[in-house]
């Protein structure tokens, strides 16, 4: 998968050098762009090729800071076969990032399914700046409803230094919970981050879920421009979009629905500089934004920053554990794959 952007680099599992400082003084305006991906789910060549393209889209626009969506080699959903899409640190994905950064002479980082050196599953986003080099990794904190099926979380606060900036990085559903604020909170100068958020599908009484889904796509296309004054910083957020469908977990049924898109680029007031909405499909959006740390506000004294919905809460509460299991199974598999090879040689 994606041979023509393999790279030499660490093995897996082991520590990517980190890279650049933070400057003192005032902070730049940057041109930026979040992309928007209409994902193939699991075919990693072909979301690749479609990364490399509108990177080079937001190249020629201007932007020097560029945002690929969560998970943009593969998407995720409930899908078996994503279960051996995992990337290792110095493979696929790694590659792209390096070689496009270097070759637009740009900041750029995405996440992905990043399979360590322990046998564990990661959702990794990575830092390339302009020589290809890798300034820094942030793993998302907590795998979102059936997303435990296919990784674990990570416990690192997210903060890495580049182009003389201090940058966070918030994937997703991380946007949602006040632990994120605090971690970030008066410590970046720019946020950057992804989602693959997905639909509530059209199930009867459809005239209710109709109204359950209206709400879940404001709240996803929101979610970036609320956390920004929060943390007092701007944020350059990727999205997928597009159609899919995969089972349902615990249920002998087919999801069919969509990811919600929305990327987007917000300053640091919470005012959307840039929005490309779903039915646009995939492209980017690009607004020159002013980066610096503001003192940002308050978190609530809760876990969550916001309402979910109670479709979302329930989903929540079911399908984590659900995941986790397949996980646990899945990752059983692997290592006794590996083992077996290694008595085959």
């Known amino acids: 998968m994606g041979k023509g952007y393999q790279r030499p680099g660490p093995g897996a599992g082991e520590e990517l050098p980190v890279r650049g ?40 626009e201007g932007a020097e800071w560029i945002v690929l969506p969560e998970f943009f080699p ?14 290792p640190p110095d493979g696929a994905a790694t590659g792209l990032l390096r070689d496009v950064a270097r070759e637009h002479g740009a900041h750029v980082g995405g996440s992905f399914l990043c ?105 996803a296309v929101a979610a970036a421009p609320l956390f920004a004054p929060l943390v007092g910083a701007p944020v350059v957020h990727g999205a997928q979009s597009g159609a899919f469908n995969c089972l349902w977990p615990g249920l002998p049924a087919i999801y069919h629905g969509h990811f919600e898109g929305g990327a987007s ?20 959006a690009v607004a020159d934004v002013a980066t610096g740390r503001g003192a940002g506000a308050s978190p609530p004294d809760r876990f969550w920053l916001h309402r979910r919905g109670a479709v979302a809460a329930l989903a929540w509460a079911y399908q984590n554990p659900l995941g986790r299991r397949h996980y646990r199974r899945a990752r059983e598999r692997r290592l006794a794959a590996a083992d077996r090879a290694r008595t085959a040689r």
Request: proline residues 6%.
């Open 265 to 284: 680029i917000t300053g640091g007031d919470g005012r959307v500089l840039a929005l490309r909405r779903r039915e646009e499909g995939p492209g980017v």
């Open 74 to 87: 593969s998407g995720a959903a409930f899908r078996p076969d994503l279960d051996d899409r995992a990337l």
């Open 115 to 219: 399979l360590d050196g322990d046998g564990h599953v990661r959702n990794a986003f990575l830092l390339a700046g302009p020589d290809g080099g890798i300034a820094g990794r942030h793993d998302k904190d907590l795998p979102t409803m059936w997303e435990s099926a296919l990784y674990i979380g990570g416990g690192d606060p997210g903060l890495i230094a580049a182009g003389g900036l201090g940058v966070g990085v918030a994937l997703c559903w991380e946007l949602m919970r006040t632990e994120t604020v605090r971690r970030l909170r008066g410590r970046v100068d720019l946020v950057l981050g992804g989602s693959n958020w997905w639909s509530i599908p059209a199930l009867p009484p459809r005239r209710l879920t109709a109204r359950l889904e209206a709400a879940n796509r404001r709240r």
């Open 21 to 60: 400082s933070v400057a003192i003084g005032p902070r730049p305006t940057i041109r930026a762009a979040a992309v928007q991906l209409e994902a193939r789910l699991g075919d990693v060549d072909w979301n690749l090729e479609q990364c490399a393209r509108l990177v080079a889209e937001a190249a020629r």
